[in-house]
T-cell receptor, first 111, second 113 residues
Framework: GQQLNQSPQSMFIQEGEDVSMNCTSS?????WLWYKQDPGEGPVLLIA?????ELTSNGRLTAQFGITRKDSFLNISASIPSDVGIYFC???????????FGTGTRLKVLA | KAGVTQTPRYLIKTRGQQVTLSCSPI?????VSWYQQTPGQGLQFLFE???????NKGNFPGRFSGRQFSNSRSEMNVSTLELGDSALYLC????????????FGDGTRLSIL
């Protein structure tokens, strides 16, 4: 099935460092969502974005809806060990109720 | 507010058997989507139900089917199980309008022996 291109696939960082990840699509999206999934659990919604250029924060997390509407970015500031997990982006295009998911970014934080 | 509830959490089946998974959405949510998650393929969309009707369908064979009841609860059935069906099956609910975010349950881990 169709998926978004999400990068990086995985990353190791030191505790306290900032993290950036992004998603790109060949289609224009109306909505971008960012999720985090911990082992053995379902994805949890972190941030939802609804218009181009929108910048939204949730604690140490900040996400942006790209101006081209074909990409989105997620930043985590001052990472902590509990940030470990897989981060997924998801988007939906005009005229559909179906979300397309990125392949995920696996984050590992070294204390 | 209760989240999305999926039962059972774990299942072990053998090839050729069939299985039914259940999903209770967040109260007030009318849309339920099902996904298959495997390490190699990520999250693959199976289908979406809204008001008891299948509104969207992914590219899975007819062995995968679903239904939704009047209370928005949904079930997914897989017949003639194959080894490749081993995966985490996730359901997500939303209000059902365009651009509404989906909220996931913790999934059913299905293992085929």
């Amino acid at each position: 099935g169709q998926q978004l291109n999400q990068s990086p696939q995985s990353m190791f960082i030191q505790e306290g460092e900032d993290v950036s990840m992004n998603c790109t699509s060949s289609s224009i999206f109306n909505t971008w969502l960012w999720y985090k999934q911990d082992p053995g659990e379902g994805p949890v919604l972190l941030i939802a974005l609804y218009k181009a250029g929108e910048l939204t924060s949730n604690g140490r997390l900040t996400a942006q809806f790209g101006i081209t509407r074909k990409d989105s970015f997620l930043n985590i500031s001052a990472s902590i060990p509990s940030d470990v997990g897989i981060y997924f982006c998801a988007g939906t295009t005009s005229g559909t109720y179906k979300y397309i998911f990125g392949t995920g970014t696996r984050l590992k934080v070294l204390a | 507010k209760a989240g999305v509830t999926q039962t059972p959490r774990y299942l072990i089946k053998t090839r050729g058997q069939q299985v039914t998974l259940s999903c209770s959405p967040i109260s007030g949510h009318r849309s339920v989507s099902w996904y298959q998650q495997t390490p190699g393929q990520g999250l693959q969309f199976l289908f979406e139900y809204f008001s008891e009707t299948q509104r969207n369908k992914g590219n899975f064979p007819g062995r995968f089917s679903g239904r939704q009841f009047s209370n928005s609860r949904s079930e997914m059935n897989v017949s003639t199980l194959e080894l490749g069906d081993s995966a985490l099956y996730l359901c997500a609910s939303s209000l059902g309008e365009r651009n509404q975010p989906q909220h996931f349950g913790d999934g059913t881990r299905l293992s085929i022996l």
